[in-house]
């Protein structure tokens, strides 16, 4: 006997429903007693530490389950199709594959279809939905963030005053492939000197159990060092800038995901000599899938 399940959405959106049907192959006569069709949506995370310390969580956010078939039936050889209908939840997170070796963090979208047989082994066959997300930048705050860090370095003699870096993005709206353009600014007014700025984009997640939360860094972008950003003391410097967002960012909305969590930032780093530790500095940015309109 052969199984398969086709659907007209490839890619389907939490809220859709989700239209096919179940294909059977039986290729010798055989008695079924029913066919049902199960969708489920679940999330997962665990992760080790030591040998015996294991972190674990789950969560399930739906789960129907159809008769596409009821009482028992004599199948001669041939193909039978049994269309379904599924509207996916509108409250649920998208699917997501977030392993990293050591963490495991998913979210699943998934069939099965059962085969009930009298007498008989049960046939099972299991398949997935890849369910995304839809994040239109211009139904969310995607305006302008202005952030400001002080750090004030310790004096072996006397007073000294503080370092203080400010980025201004443009935008905190993006997609992929995108620019974000920012303006930063570092008045020094300390006694030593800035080495040099660095700023890069980093996407990661944060592992969420009852015991322990734990984040992990998963993309990162290209590091970039800001040329002739050395600072002497009681002195200031400003620049343009702009970090392209990778193409390969996950621009998944986990928000009603509780034990998982993503995050996409904007980082910036101060070097200072030793031993003076650096200035770092973040700002979180809003992954989407619709660009802001541009206005003219």
């Not at 006997?1 to 294909?23: D, H, K, W």
């Not at 050395?230 to 009603?256: A, G, I, M, Y």
């Amino acid at each position: 006997m052969c199984y398969s399940i086709t659907s007209n959405l490839q890619q389907p959106y939490f809220g859709q429903a989700v239209t096919g049907r179940v294909e059977c192959n039986f290729l010798s006569e055989d008695k079924v007693r029913a066919i049902r069709l199960r969708f489920r949506g679940k999330a997962k995370v665990q992760w080790h530490e030591t040998r015996n310390t294991n972190y674990y969580s789950d969560e399930t956010y739906y789960e129907n389950e159809s008769d596409l078939l009821t009482g028992e039936t004599t199948f001669p050889p041939g193909k039978y199709s049994y269309p379904f209908i599924f509207n996916l939840p509108t409250n649920i997170p998208p699917s997501l594959d977030a392993d990293n070796g050591k963490m495991h963090g998913k979210v699943k979208h998934s069939s099965l279809v059962t085969i009930d047989r009298p007498w008989a082994i049960d046939i099972k066959s299991k398949g997935l939905l890849d369910v995304h997300s839809l994040i239109d930048l211009n139904r969310v705050d995607s305006g302008p963030l202005e952030v400001d860090y002080t750090k004030k370095p310790f004096a072996v003699i006397g007073e000294t005053g503080p370092i203080t870096l400010t980025v201004r993005v443009h935008s905190k709206g993006v997609v992929p492939n995108q620019m974000v353009t920012f303006k930063a600014r570092v008045v020094n007014r300390s006694k030593i000197s800035v080495k040099d700025v660095r700023f890069q984009l980093v996407q990661g997640y944060k592992y969420i159990t009852v015991l322990r939360t734990t984040t992990v860094d998963k993309i990162y972008g290209g590091e970039f060092a800001v040329i002739d950003s050395s600072v002497e003391p009681r002195n200031e410097k400003s620049w343009d800038l702009e970090l392209r967002v990778p193409p390969n960012v996950n621009t998944e909305n986990l928000f009603f995901c509780k034990i998982i969590k993503s995050y996409f930032e904007l980082r910036g780093e101060l070097s200072l000599p030793l031993p003076h530790k650096n200035l770092k500095m973040t700002i979180p940015l809003v992954l989407g899938t619709v660009p802001l309109h541009v206005t003219k």
